[in-house]
């Protein structure tokens, strides 16, 4: 995972070759560099792309435990959990009380992990993203779905 986070280029998001624009304000970048000083004990961050400075969010991947960290984080912050097996892996996802975008990676069951998957917009294999011409939306605190 960490070598393809180093292969994202990011810059001016008009630029058609740009993967990774930066966060669209200020606040919001304050707001996840506050978030992630505040990270519960049993987490840590294991990894993080320190080359990118403001307005671009480092890309940044944390590693939890069982604990639910109740955060919404709207940035490239990646949550990572080490699951027993396939069942455990959904109860963590599944464990939190906001849900907007959830992705599975996945060589070969993908599909049937996403659908126990509770997030309004999923993605197997790739990281979340809205495309312009369809609705998005979360679940639970993240909103009503689409």
């Not at 606040?27 to 505040?38: A, E, I, S, V």
């Not at 294999?125 to 609705?135: A, D, G, Q, R, Y």
Request: contains cysteine.
């Amino acid at each position: 995972m960490i070598e393809g986070l180093l292969k994202i280029k990011f810059g001016d998001p008009m630029s058609r070759d740009t993967r990774m624009g930066p966060l669209a304000r200020d606040d919001l970048h304050d707001n996840l560099t506050n978030q992630l000083k505040h990270l519960p004990k049993s987490y840590k961050i294991v990894f993080q792309r320190t080359e990118m400075k403001k307005p671009f969010f480092p890309i940044t991947v944390i590693e939890g435990s069982d604990e639910t960290w109740d955060e919404e984080l709207f940035g490239p912050v990646f949550q990572l959990f080490r699951a027993d097996s396939e069942a455990h892996a959904i109860k963590l996802a599944n464990s939190g009380t906001y849900g907007l975008g959830g992705s599975v990676f996945s060589a070969s069951r993908g599909e049937e992990v996403l659908d126990q998957i509770r997030c309004g917009i999923g993605f197997v294999n790739e990281i979340p993203k809205s495309e312009t011409p369809f609705p998005s939306g979360g679940v639970a605190r993240s909103g009503f779905g689409r």
